[in-house]
């Protein structure tokens, strides 16, 4: 089998390549890696809605976004070029700005199939829920997952208090659930759960730090093989109480490996917790961002973040 040309290869492959052909010691591999693989990174508020406080989450599809508040009970639909707003009961009663001690805290919202997956953060008892809407035919069905959330703590020792399920996505009869480790044992890493197996795995993945605070996720989308993610850095051990903001992270996950590809700060001032897939080109991706601002301020900031290839 004739060997690629080193030109058409991918930065990262091409770079594994000139390792083999030439004596790189493993300590200087990191470092030239690192280098060759810097890319351009811009971050930009695109704009502003109004009647959506405490972004979580959001997905982009067919020029709307679905987007989701941890203290809220709805599901917000928002027209991009109409610019209008459309609100989606998930229960009977929804709410908003929903007290701390009662809300479902819906962290992660991910796109499988004509169907929004949305899940709460299993950071108490009462918010273990999944919320499967549909796109067609506009059906909403839920879930409890408790014996789910369980089954995690279980898998990595983590405990009760601590798992924090912070981003979601689904891929190849498997489940990925981001655990965000801002709690007391700094458990961060991701959760496998393979449906046809049932089988679940943890591999913990260690994150840069700001002022000795390791950074931790808040959500993450598939691109092709990569898993790109968003991490922050909160000064706190708890996953219920909030804390003070140093700054967010984005960066990228091997699917196959779960290795760490590259992370670059983005911010020192917002915590970005939803990220989706705008546009996907050779030149350059684009995703669209929101952050939680911890208020009850009903008003979220859509950010645009371009990474160039």
């Known amino acids: 089998m004739q060997e690629r040309p080193l030109v058409a290869l991918p930065v990262q492959e091409k770079i594994a390549v000139l390792f083999k052909r ?8 990191a470092i030239i890696f690192k280098t060759l693989s810097m890319k351009k990174i811009d971050l930009q508020p695109l704009f502003k809605i109004s009647e959506i406080g405490s972004a979580s989450g959001l997905v982009y599809k067919d020029n709307s976004l679905y987007i ?6 709805y599901l917000y639909k928002y027209d991009i070029n109409e610019k209008k707003i459309n609100k989606i009961e998930l229960f009977e009663k929804s709410q908003e700005n929903i007290p701390k001690i009662d809300k479902m805290d819906f962290e992660s919202i991910t796109l499988k199939g004509d169907k929004l997956y949305l899940f709460g953060s299993g950071s108490t008892s009462n918010r273990n829920k999944r919320i499967a809407y549909n796109l067609e035919n506009t059906k909403i069905k839920e879930k409890d997952i ?6 995690l703590r279980y898998k990595a020792s983590i405990n009760h208090e601590d798992l924090n399920i912070e981003g979601a996505l689904y891929d190849n009869y498997k489940w990925y659930f981001f655990q965000r480790g801002n709690g007391a044992q700094s458990k961060n890493g991701l959760f496998i ?4 197996k049932k089988e679940i795995n943890f591999t913990a993945i260690e994150l840069p730090k700001l002022q000795n605070i390791e950074a931790t996720f808040t959500d993450a989308v598939l691109v092709d093989t990569q898993i790109y993610f968003l991490a922050a850095v909160e000064n706190t051990t708890s996953t219920y109480d909030d804390g003070e903001i140093l700054g967010s992270f984005i960066g990228s996950l091997s699917l196959n490996t779960f290795e760490v590809n590259f992370t670059e700060l983005i911010t020192n001032k917002n915590k970005f917790e939803g990220l989706t897939l705008f546009k996907n080109s050779d030149a350059a991706i684009e995703f669209l961002l929101c952050e939680d601002n911890d208020t009850k301020i009903m008003e979220t900031v859509i950010y645009k973040l371009t990474i160039t290839l």
């Open 146 to 151: 408790t014996n789910l959330f369980i089954k």
């Open 22 to 29: 030439i004596s790189t010691p493993i300590w200087a591999r």
């Open 193 to 196: 759960f393979n449906k046809e």
């Open 68 to 73: 989701i508040s941890d203290n809220s009970s």
